[in-house]
């Protein structure tokens, strides 16, 4: 009986011990610590060693420790714990608790990532979207979010916000995309499945090249804007310029823009021909209608020429002035100046030179000067000075100088035959010149204007007629001129017509030599 006793005492226990229980909170949630603590029922036995499980698997041992705590409880944390204790060396009592089950409940679920749309096109904007919310029984915990791409971080990182707006979507903005939520206290965070978001490209369509100049029309030295445009057309769009002449590009640039501009700082003349442009986003590129630009150029310093008749210009001569301008788009104004005073003006459609006559005074001498304008600014030629040589009473041409050597020839001739008939007469006694001046006065005025420029073909031959008497020193005579044959020239026909038919001479006195005609020479004093 007593050894009995013995054996029943220092016999180990196995049997689950009603002298154990385990401590464990009964609501946990995601984050929160979870502590475990095996305790004794109140006798008089001591606990050695303690060791937990969960799920039948040891979490921890310990000899000194009397608790075990989980940090940081997570979902798989969820499960059944007990522990087991183990009494002083020669109690031999040892069992375990029963066990208790701990859920850990989600503080708040997965997040979910939206986009809108769905399908976006490329240069529209797109939403993203981190959808959870805190579970009831802790709403007050406070969310904040973060929005990633490839790996990379979008947006200003961590935001309270939910929601990320992307202002336009492009086609390299496309790739994985997904948001992570997250508590600050306790820390917990959540990442959402990974979204693929690829922008759908739109091919351009629509293009047009237009062109601007500061001011208006395209002016050599200028600047000059080449605009290329599309309608439609999504993501990177290349757009390019050419000269239709060569096929050469004379520009390019890539941009995300349904517009682009090209600038030529200082236009040339040489710039100016046909142009088109082109634009492409990795579809069917498209070429625009070709566009003619034209390069106006102002006028230079004009250049102003006098064409005169000869060395030197006399009243009545006519003066070619000449201006022109050596570069210049048309059309061209010129006009024509003397001493600052308006001529004229004349305009050159087509551009060149422009003349203006000018019948000459004497008034005319003095500076010629020319302007061109063609709109875009004048220039003024240098002076140009022209002297007017005497008045209208003296100006000489080759026609007047052979008319009055004629006439100066037929007095010449006159005046010899004067006196030879004066000597002949006197040596032969004829009639005294007093009776035929008589004579000649007794005829009337219509007879004697008739027979002047009239005469009768057989009667052209010369009268010498002595209207004074022969022993005086003067002597007055009656010269009749002879026409001309046919064939003379028209100019001297002209003079002579205008003279008339006779004329008297006067004063010829006698000289010292005997010889010829008593030595008288006859002077002209009066034309009739």
């Given at each position: 009986m007593?050894?009995?006793?013995?054996?029943?005492?220092?016999?180990?226990?196995?049997?689950?011990?009603?002298?154990?229980?385990?401590?464990?909170?009964?609501?946990?949630?995601?984050?929160?610590?979870?502590?475990?603590?095996?305790?004794?029922?109140?006798?008089?036995?001591?606990?050695?060693?303690?060791?937990?499980?969960?799920?039948?698997?040891e979490l921890h041992f310990s000899n000194e420790v009397p608790s075990f705590t989980i940090s940081h409880a997570a979902l798989s944390d969820s499960g059944n714990y007990h522990c087991s204790a183990h009494g002083k060396p020669f109690l031999q009592k040892s069992g375990d608790s029963r066990s208790v089950r701990?859920?850990?409940?989600?503080?708040?679920?997965?997040?979910?990532?939206?986009?809108?749309?769905?399908?976006?096109?490329?240069?529209?904007?797109?939403?993203?979207?981190?959808?959870?919310?805190?579970?009831?029984?802790?709403?007050?915990?406070?969310?904040?979010?973060?929005?990633?791409?490839?790996?990379?971080?979008?947006?200003?990182?961590?935001?309270?916000?939910?929601?990320?707006?992307?202002?336009?979507?492009?086609?390299?903005?496309?790739?994985?995309y997904w948001c992570q939520a997250e508590t600050v206290t306790p820390r917990v965070r959540k990442q959402s499945l990974r979204s693929q978001i690829h922008a759908q490209r739109v091919p351009v369509s629509n293009i047009s090249l237009q062109i601007w100049a500061p001011r208006g029309p395209v002016i050599e030295g200028g600047n000059l804007v080449l605009l290329c445009s599309v309608t439609k057309g999504t993501g990177n769009i290349t757009f390019s310029w050419h000269r239709e002449a060569t096929g050469t590009s004379v520009g390019r640039k890539t941009q995300h823009s349904l517009s682009a501009e090209l600038e030529v700082p200082v236009v040339r003349e040489r710039d100016a021909g046909r142009y088109y442009c082109r634009a492409d986003n990795g579809h069917d590129p498209i070429q625009s209608k070709v566009l003619h630009i034209h390069v106006?150029?102002?006028?230079?310093?004009?250049?102003?020429?006098?064409?005169?008749?000869?060395?030197?210009?006399?009243p009545g001569d006519m003066v070619e002035l000449c201006c022109e301008a050596q570069r210049g788009s048309p059309p061209i104004l010129y006009r024509f100046y003397h001493e600052n005073v308006t001529l004229g003006n004349i305009s050159a459609p087509s551009g060149g030179r422009a003349s203006f006559n000018l019948s000459l005074t004497a008034e005319h001498s003095g500076n010629y000067s020319c302007e061109a304008d063609n709109g875009l600014g004048s220039q003024l030629s240098d002076a140009v000075s022209l002297t007017v040589t005497g008045t209208d009473s003296y100006r000489r041409d080759p026609v007047t100088a052979r008319v009055l050597g004629v006439l100066c020839g037929g007095l010449g001739f006159i005046t010899a035959a004067?006196?030879?008939?004066?000597?002949?007469?006197?040596?032969?006694g004829g009639r005294p010149a007093t009776h035929a001046a008589r004579d000649a006065s007794r005829a009337s005025p219509q007879e004697s204007a008739h027979s002047s420029s009239h005469p009768d073909p057989e009667e052209l031959q010369p009268e010498y007629v002595n209207v004074g008497p022969v022993d005086v020193d003067v002597v007055y005579s009656r010269v009749w001129i002879m026409q001309p044959p046919e064939d003379a020239a028209n100019t001297r026909r002209t003079v002579l017509e205008n003279e008339?038919?006779?004329?008297?001479?006067?004063?010829?006195?006698?000289?010292?030599?005997?010889?010829?005609?008593?030595?008288?020479?006859?002077t002209r004093m009066e034309q009739h």
């Open positions: 007593l050894l009995w006793s013995l054996l029943v005492i220092f016999a180990p226990v196995s049997e689950e011990a009603d002298w154990l229980t385990l401590q464990a909170p009964s609501v946990v949630f995601e984050g929160d610590s979870i502590d475990l603590m095996c305790q004794k029922k109140k006798d008089w036995r001591q606990i050695n060693t303690r060791a937990y499980y969960k799920d039948g698997e701990i859920e850990v409940q989600e503080l708040f679920p997965r997040p979910v990532l939206t986009v809108s749309p769905f399908w976006p096109i490329e240069g529209s904007p797109v939403t993203l979207t981190c959808k959870t919310q805190p579970s009831p029984q802790r709403s007050n915990a406070q969310l904040r979010f973060c929005f990633f791409r490839d790996g990379r971080a979008l947006g200003s990182s961590w935001s309270s916000s939910p929601e990320l707006r992307v202002p336009a979507m492009w086609s390299e903005d496309s790739g994985s106006r150029s102002p006028v230079s310093r004009p250049i102003l020429t006098l064409r005169e008749p000869g060395a030197q210009v006399f004067l006196l030879f008939y004066y000597w002949s007469h006197k040596r032969s008339d038919s006779h004329v008297i001479y006067s004063d010829v006195k006698e000289t010292e030599s005997s010889e010829g005609l008593g030595g008288r020479t006859p």
